[in-house]
Nanobody, 129 residues
Framework: QVQVAESGGGSVEAGGSLRLSCVAS????????MGWFRQAPGKELEGLAA????????YYGDSVKGRFTITRDAAKNTVYLQMNNLKPEDTAMYYC??????????????????????WGQGTRVTVSS
């Protein structure tokens, strides 16, 4: 069983930055896909970024390209989401997800809960104008 835990959310003014962290613990695998998602009130889950813990390739949703950066620390089973130039429309609950069997980390961003097996409880990000 894999446990996923996010941290780092908070309140920030527009134009500010936040860094979210996500740790996957429990059963460990040599490589697994970890991704960041968000869900704003009344909206669907949106895939933001994903990366393989043992690889260098990163994948991004169109809405955050150029502003958000996903990085990983394989030794710690941790991924980070650096969010810059935050906008009020970035306000949402942010979730981290992990899956050791996902064949396409990139496609997983579009399929969310259908393919990622392990999810954190979420961390809230509020951006004020």
């Amino acid at each position: 069983q894999v446990q996923v835990a996010e941290s780092g959310g908070g309140s920030v003014e527009a134009g500010g930055s936040l860094r979210l962290s996500c740790v996957a613990s429990g059963a460990t695998y040599a490589d697994h896909c970890m991704g960041w998602f968000r869900q704003a009130p009344g909206k669907e889950l949106e895939g933001l970024a994903a990366v393989y813990t043992a690889g260098d390739s990163t994948y991004y949703g169109d809405s955050v390209k150029g502003r958000f950066t996903i990085t990983r620390d394989a030794a710690k089973n941790t991924v980070y989401l650096q969010m810059n130039n935050l906008k009020p429309e970035d306000t949402a609950m942010y979730y981290c997800a992990a899956d050791p069997y996902l064949q396409s980390c990139e496609k997983g961003l579009n399929r969310g809960r259908d393919v990622f097996g392990y999810w954190g409880q979420g961390t809230r990000v509020t951006v004020s104008s």
